[in-house]
């Protein structure tokens, strides 16, 4: 039990070294366009978002070796410096109405801080899932790729097959093993990063 815990936290442990550039770069590897597909959810002017992102990386940045695991999920922790530092650059704005989109206008509200982190959760099972199929999809031929994206979309085995003109069982090969890797990609990227 104790070594799942030093595993699932090996990143944030590692990023809390302020002398570990690596691990800096990883934790934002991670976590900088997830930041921004949130962001793009709750703002309707996008070139606020670019700022919003940069102060949220350095707020986490400045404040991660504060965090404690046992008051609250990083994932929480990560919602409320979202939440907060939008809200704080909306309350400096005098355009704060041009900038929310109706989502974030509800996701921010004092008494949905649940929402905003349930929506938060979503996002992330979303973005971790497309970061893994990004590091995946190289590893295979452009066929097996076709073969998992065919049959994302119901596509039988049997259209697959004529349609690339493989057979079934290579169709099957194909889909097993890409989907295997993409679950083990997925294990390792929660692995790094869900606390």
Known sequence: MKNNYHTRHTLLLR??????EQAWEDFVTYYDSFIQMVLNRLLFDLRESDDLRQDILIKLWKNLQSYDHKKA?????LSTVIRNTVINHLEKSDRKKLLLAPEGSLLLETDSQNDLELHIQAEWET???????????????DNA????SMSLENISVDVISEKLEI?????YKMKTRFIKRLHEEINFIR????F
């Open 145 to 148: 790729f076709k073969v998992f």
């Open 73 to 77: 999920k990083f994932r929480t922790w």
């Open 191 to 194: 692995n790094q990063t869900e």
């Open 127 to 141: 973005y971790a899932s497309s970061l893994a199929l990004e590091k995946v999809k190289p590893l295979f031929s």
């Open 167 to 171: 057979s079934t069982d290579s169709v």
């Open 15 to 20: 990023a809390n070294d302020p002398n570990d």
